[in-house]
């Protein structure tokens, strides 16, 4: 049975610019993410820097304008500088956070060539847990420092005559939890964050920085965490960080697609938490909100049982396979941080390469795209410009948690230079949805293509020997009638209907 959903669309209802870096990525060392992921030297397709050429074939095709870097927990227990200089002199060591081995034969000059050669820019992070203001100002001056002191001069000996230029910068990471190698409070870590913040834009006052916001809204500091830490640092960082990962350990299907509500309402409470800190200092500056993490993640709950026998080098970590499903709460999450353009203007898809990842390797073997791959490349290719205020109207169900649920979860953008609507629509429900709209008179507008992402087995996955089970295809039925938009949204299904002024217009 087919039921009846409506959007309410006008270019003049409009929610924000788009910053094109709520399409970023992250890759941390961690599992086979660098090593077995983008570097594998020997690898059939490596170039001669050993970076896989079809594991950036799929991330350039992404088109991914940043992506943070070494971690994660990852980076709070990082000596920067054991990742430069000769790769014969580079020391292996014991990576706490993941239980590993690190042979830190890739590191920061490796990753900026990797994000050259990938078309992208990189957000790095800094140590706040075992380390602090002094090693980060040193980061800073290698990295940005044109020459003529110690650091920049250590870079140019490292081979690499130009700064790097790297403008944006997280001060640690998820520094609220316990698992964090010196975890810290939030009065402690706001102190640190402030002061590292100041010496670091000392040497290089273009920086943009990111302070630690909670590493998810169920933890039992949030908010108190966000208003501290803000306390402390308003007027030296730029963005608050968020960090969420939903599983669907349950199987419960709808529950599992509400989440992105658990999202939304995890925004407003930064933003409401930003505001109040505003208003407090009476400051004029408005903090922006960096969602540097955020994905499915089924074996959330359990991943320091899943460890592997400690100190091995690249083991398989977090290589979570994703269903068709998660591609759909996927698709909702994009919708999200859309629907919120005007004040999520960073926002990472964690992580990217075979560690909770759109895009898999085989070590020595092939690459393949999971599902979670196709509404991230929809919204970053067709998801720029500006974010419409959609106004949208569908059957409900109800989730104990979170309240009423619409079936139709959508967002709609708009790029006036290209004169092309994009609408994004999720229908998290299993009956199809008859779509139409108000609002704009679209008479002078033409379909350019309605994709679908659908699959009858919601837990259908692929693999390196299938890859294309679970693909979109150009087999909508987007229509337009008298100035208005009619489509077909089958039952669990990724919408995305492209329309574009015909020249005419
Ligand atoms: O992305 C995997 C891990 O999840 C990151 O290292 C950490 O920041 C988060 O808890």
Redesign the pocket.
């Known amino acids: 049975m087919t039921q009846t959903a409506h959007i309410t669309l006008h270019p003049e209802f409009q929610i924000g610019a788009i910053d094109p870096r709520i399409y970023g990525s992250?890759i941390?060392h961690?599992g086979r993410a660098v090593y077995g992921g983008l570097f594998e030297p020997g690898h059939p397709t490596a170039d001669a820097d050993g970076f896989r050429g079809d594991v950036l074939e799929l991330v350039r095709a992404l088109d991914v304008p940043v992506v943070r870097y070494p971690?994660?927990?990852?980076v709070s227990g990082y000596n920067w500088e054991d990742g430069v200089g000769p790769v014969s002199a580079r020391p292996r060591r014991l990576d706490l956070?993941?239980k590993t081995t690190e042979p830190n034969t890739f590191g920061l000059n490796e990753f900026m060539a990797w994000c050259r050669r990938a078309g992208t820019a990189p957000m790095m992070a800094v140590n706040l847990g075992t380390r602090g203001p002094d090693a980060a100002r040193n980061l800073v001056e290698y990295a940005n420092h044109p020459g003529g002191t110690y650091y920049s001069d250590l870079r140019k000996a490292h081979g690499v005559a130009e700064p790097h230029q790297i403008k944006l910068w997280c001060l640690g990471?998820?520094m609220d939890?316990p698992?964090?190698i010196c975890h810290k409070t939030a009065d402690e870590y706001g102190r640190a964050a402030r002061e590292t913040a100041k010496v670091m834009r000392w040497v290089d006052p273009g920086l943009e920085l990111v302070a630690c916001g909670s590493?998810g809204r169920g933890m039992p500091t949030f908010g108190a965490w966000e208003e501290t830490v803000l306390g402390h640092t308003y007027d030296m960082v730029d963005y608050i960080s968020l960090?969420t990962?939903y599983g669907n350990s349950a199987n419960n299907t709808p529950g599992f697609l509400a989440r992105s509500l658990d999202m939304d309402r995890f925004i407003t409470s930064v933003i409401a938490t930003c505001d109040h800190v505003k208003a407090k200092t009476r400051s004029r500056k408005t903090i922006q909100l960096s969602f540097d993490?955020w994905?499915v993640?089924h074996s959330?709950a359990s991943?320091e049982e899943a460890l592997p026998a400690p100190w091995v080098e690249a083991p398989p970590l977090?290589e979570e396979r994703y269903t068709f499903e998660d591609a759909l709460l996927v698709g909702s999450m994009l919708i999200t941080l859309l629907r919120h353009a005007d004040r999520v203007k960073i926002a990472c898809l964690?992580?990217l390469v075979n560690?909770?990842a759109p895009v898999m390797t085989v070590t020595g073997g092939g690459a393949w795209r999971q599902t979670i791959y196709y509404p991230f490349l929809h919204a970053s290719r067709y998801g720029r410009g500006v974010a419409l205020d959609l106004q949208t109207r569908s059957p409900e169900t109800n989730d104990p948690e979170l309240g009423p649920v619409p079936a139709l979860d959508a967002v709609a953008t708009q790029d006036p230079e290209l004169g092309t609507l994009t609408v994004f629509a999720v229908n998290r429900g299993a009956k199809a949805l008859a779509l139409d709209s108000s609002g704009l008179d679209l008479s002078r507008y033409r379909v350019v293509e309605h994709l679908t992402l659908t699959h009858l087995d919601l837990k259908a996955v692929n693999t390196l020997a299938q890859p294309d089970t679970v693909v979109p295809r150009p087999n909508g039925d987007a229509a337009l009638r008298d100035g208005a938009l009619n489509a077909h949204l089958a039952g669990y299904s990724w919408n995305v209907i492209r329309l574009a002024q015909t020249t005419e217009a």
Do not use: D, K, R
């Not at 971690?71 to 990852?74: A, Q, Y």
């Open positions: 992250f941390e961690l971690g994660g927990n990852f956070a993941w990471n998820e939890g698992w964090q590493s960090h990962y993490e994905n993640w959330i991943w977090l964690a992580q560690v909770i």
